[in-house]
């Protein structure tokens, strides 16, 4: 027997993805130097990277489920004695938009196809049906093109969630921000989780409601319903959240964004600032001691709020979520957009938010609305101009400052959901204190600035002005 798909690294997300195939009756064969799979797993798993290679129709297509960095390069090198032109390399690791690119080029030479593919949902995605961002050399998807679509999440109206990204490392630049997205998503839902128990003292079971009440509403997601379940867990008869040690790790690709971000020019506050306090969150040890320098609040700041404001402040914080949620998504939509141009990738932006509609880690009910929006205008320069989300932040943005002016107040950090504010004023300001900053460069380093009374380039010799 020959098989369509060969799974190169059976771990994990690996096994989830063969066992995806499996059910929908694509041939599928696996390898893995140390497999690790039950007796009865229904995916033949072969002996070597020859077998696996010599048990394919040709030309081959291998998927390649292995830790980003040297081991994807390994995994190639371990491959290619057996590969022949037209064959198909695909990397659906978290792996990093220039090395794909790199490595698309070394396997051109000898003609063979290498696409990057985002796949997100974790391990119940990769079984039940992942979101999935494949690019590359296009003349790969006519390919794939039927394999991926079927394992794929299908969105509420059956379209499954997989669509070709572009050129070159533009499927895992799409993984990327998405990633980037998700780490701002999970801060800001942390912050109001934060805000709601240790300043406003209500209880994890209260907060459980709070959360699955809102999860029927406009916030409806996946973040917001398993922070519902998360509220809900005990062990012991304590709350197994409050059992967790509050350091957060991070696999790098939120770090990713944040760097590439300055490489094209985008302002990012809010997933940067979800970055930085995960690696506030790392310095554990020099926190506590902080707290015992300077009285941290402690328990001390729970109940300060009476009865009707912890009610009212509720209502707020959803408001708060929601518009915060959305300055996220516009970041990282304005993002892509000029990742698209610098790269000359031709990124579909309305396609980019239906693909993450289902199956990923930030669908959400508010991608509808995205998709909308970028179908509408294709050219639409940032989410936030679309006349539905503007309506709609200008309605929230009272109950917005009042929750982030309570948080300062109580001191409670909201490092994200202050920056998305300050986004949205900054963003929305037609005249910004850039002349100040721009007469300061120019006062020490002669960098001159430009005026609005004239065209050109002008220096001022400050000091003897004055």
Known sequence: MTYKIGILGLGVMGRSLGLNLHRNRIPVIGFDPAPKVDADYPVPVS?????????????????????????????????????QKGDILIDGG????????????????????????????????????PSLMPGGGEAAWARI??????????????EPCAAWMGSGGAGHYVKMVHNGIEYADMQLIAE???????????????????FAEWNKGELQSYLIEITAQILRRKEGGVDLVDLILDEAAQKGTGKWTSQNAFDVGAPI??????????????????????AQVFNGLGTDARMVL??????????LAEQALYASKVVSYAQGFAMLRLASTEYDWGLDLAAIARVWRAGCIIRAELLESVSAAFTRQPALPNLLTDSAFSVSLLARQAAWREVVQTAVGLGIPMLATSASLAYFDAYRSAVLPANLT?????????????RVDREGSFHTHWESSV
Do not use: C, W
């Not at 009476?306 to 209502?315: K, S």
């Not at 721009?438 to 430009?450: E, I, K, L, P, V």
């Open 47 to 83: 002996a070597s990277v020859r077998d696996l290679a010599s048990a394919l129709e040709t030309p081959r297509v291998i998927l390649m489920m292995v830790p980003a960095g040297e081991a994807v390069d390994a995994a190639i090198d371990s491959l290619k004695p057996y590969l």
């Open 94 to 129: 978290n792996s990093f938009f220039a090395d794909t690119e790199r490595r698309a080029k070394r396997l051109k030479e000898d003609g063979i196809s290498f696409v990057g593919m985002g796949v997100s949902g974790g391990e119940s995605g990769a079984l039940l049906g």
């Open 145 to 158: 093109r039927p394999i991926v679509l079927s394992i794929a999440a299908k969105a509420p109206d059956g």
């Open 192 to 210: 109001i989780y934060d805000l709601l128990h240790r300043g406003a003292g209500f209880s994890n079971a209260e907060l459980a409601e709070i």
């Open 269 to 290: 506050p809010t997933i940067n600032a979800a970055v930085e306090s995960r690696i506030l969150s790392s310095l554990k040890a020099e926190r506590v001691a902080a």
């Open 306 to 315: 009476p009865d009707t404001r912890r009610q009212e402040l509720v209502h």
């Open 438 to 450: 721009q007469a300061q460069r120019d006062y020490f380093g002669a960098h001159t600035y430009r």
